[in-house]
Nanobody
């Protein structure tokens, strides 16, 4: 049973930084994994921000390239999103997600099976 729980959201001024965390449990990492961060602004569709494959390959949406970094801890129990130089357009609800899709299909455009409940990020 896979569970994901996000935390670390909050309100910051433009140009500031935040680190989001997602505690992952019940996932069979030995069989491969694909994890990602999504966000949804008010009135807009949910969009993929960044993905991380079982072999460590990362893919970023152009809107966050060179500003955000996706990573995990050594135990692979926590997923992170380092957010630097935040902009007002980064405001939204951020979700972590996971799927068993292997690295060839592990991108922000992939379909994800497991989702967290979200954490709010507001940039002013």
């Amino acid at each position: 049973h896979v569970q994901l729980v996000e935390s670390g959201g909050g309100s910051v001024e433009a140009g500031g930084s935040l680190r989001l965390s997602c505690v992952v449990s019940g996932y069979a990492y030995s069989d491969g994994y694909c994890v990602a961060w999504f966000r949804q602004a008010p009135g807009k569709e949910r969009e993929g921000v960044a993905s991380l494959s079982e072999i460590g390959q990362t893919v970023y949406d152009d809107s966050v390239q060179n500003r955000f970094t996706i990573s995990t801890d050594d135990a692979k129990t926590t997923l992170y999103l380092e957010m630097d130089n935040l902009k007002p357009e980064d405001t939204g609800m951020y979700y972590c997600a996971a799927t068993q899709t292997r690295w060839l299909q592990c991108t922000p455009k992939a379909t994800y099976t497991y989702w967290g409940q979200g954490t709010q990020v507001t940039v002013s």
